[in-house]
């Protein structure tokens, strides 16, 4: 069992900054991708950025150059710094992990969600 736990969302004006972070705790062998995705109401769930395990980065359009993705394999977390915020990033926020568990008889690829943090951006 793998589980994800996010913290850091929040009310924040436009122009802000908010850093969401994620933390995986459980019967872990390893991570391969963590990522950050999001779902504003309405609207299909998008990925706003990955990082590997070898730190290569991936970012939405939307959020290049206002959001940094990092992690620390050592904790198996994952953080999302995010600047320069405007009302269009107001969503729900999940952490993702692509994970690997299980006793060494019975390894297994596990893809885990976070419950989601809500992120709102308004004056």
């Known amino acids: 069992q793998v589980q994800l736990v996010e913290s850091g969302g929040g009310l924040v004006q436009p122009g802000g900054s908010l850093t969401l972070s994620c933390a995986a705790s459980?019967?872990?062998?390893?991570?391969?991708?963590m990522a950050w995705y999001r779902q504003a109401p309405g609207k299909e769930r998008e990925l706003v950025a990955s990082i590997t395990n070898g730190g290569s980065t991936n970012s939405a359009d939307s959020v290049k150059g206002r959001f940094t993705i990092s992690r620390d394999n050592a904790k198996n977390t994952v953080n999302l710094q995010m600047n320069s915020l405007k009302p269009e990033d107001t969503a729900v926020y999940y952490c993702y992990a692509d994970t690997v568990t299980g006793p060494v008889w019975r390894r297994r690829r596990l893809e885990v969600w976070g419950q989601g943090t809500l992120v709102t951006v308004s004056s």
């Open positions: 459980g019967s872990i062998v390893s991570i391969d991708a």
